[in-house]
């Protein structure tokens, strides 16, 4: 693929930002190593990432795959700088200790 990572899918755009086709059950996540983000729908990404459709969707699994084992060890690199679990943070700080987690988490999966 020519210049774009695949990020993952959403379920939160459900348009195709290429064709601008409507009502699509979940986008493909594209991003450049400048930052320029799109989201499409399958065949779109494909055709803008320069490669096949069956292509992007083993892509979007492996980026899945990705953000899952990111998530582990993520989940290892809090309690160990952190002194708790997740789940124990937010017990004990309450939802500012949940947005805390959510703001370590997003500059987490950046670098990831």
């Known amino acids: 693929m020519t210049g ?3 990020r993952g899918t959403t379920t939160d755009v459900t348009h ?12 493909v996540h594209l991003v450049t190593a400048d930052g320029e983000e ?19 969707r ?5 980026a899945a795959l990705r953000a899952e084992i990111l998530e582990g060890h ?11 679990s ?5 017990e004990r700080h309450g939802d500012a200790g ?9 500059q987490w999966m950046r670098k990831g």
């Open 4 to 6: 774009w990572t695949v």
């Open 16 to 27: 195709c930002e290429i064709c601008g086709r409507r009502e699509l059950l979940g986008t």
């Open 38 to 56: 799109i989201y499409a729908g399958t065949t779109c990404a494909a055709r803008k990432a320069g490669t096949t459709a069956a292509t992007i």
């Open 58 to 62: 083993g892509a979007v699994k492996s």
């Open 74 to 84: 993520f989940r290892d690199y809090f309690s160990k700088a952190f002194g708790a």
């Open 86 to 90: 997740v789940n124990e943070w937010v």
């Open 98 to 106: 949940r947005e805390g987690v959510e703001s370590v988490r997003k």
